[in-house]
């Protein structure tokens, strides 16, 4: 599981074809562990977007290199107006102009953070977001 786990959020924009094998090899790896898998770790992919999730966290909060912070901005700092979207915890969605650039970690963790419910993205600890997920 440490391969798997490791530098994650990176691999994991690589081609559809090498996500499907490292499937695979997550699959049986977890068949190897038997009863003692961790039943929230179904596949792969639900495991790439909760480290994403908790990398995207730990940006907005200060927890990691400040060049990773400055991927990420709040809708209510790019606009000044006054919407739900605004109010809540959503990060605002910059235009792609390549195709290649929805696979990047930046497009990937936009996409998750705002897919998540507003009451997971307003914990205040890691540990209650980590809970939560």
Known sequence: ?????????VWSSSSKTCLKRL????????DLRGEKCDQRENSLDENIQKKIA???YKSLNDLT???????????ADVH??????AKGKKLHV??????WQTRTFK?????IWNALP???????SLLLFKTTL
């Open 1 to 9: 599981m440490p391969y798997f786990n490791y530098c994650s959020e």
């Open 23 to 30: 499937a695979r090899q997550f699959k049986k790896s977890q």
């Open 54 to 56: 908790i990398m995207t």
């Open 65 to 75: 290199p400040v060049y990773l912070k400055q991927f990420f901005k709040y809708l």
């Open 80 to 85: 000044g107006y006054n919407t739900r979207t």
């Open 94 to 99: 910059p235009q792609k102009n390549n195709t």
């Open 107 to 111: 497009a990937r963790a936009i996409e």
């Open 118 to 124: 507003a009451s997971t993205t307003k914990q205040n």
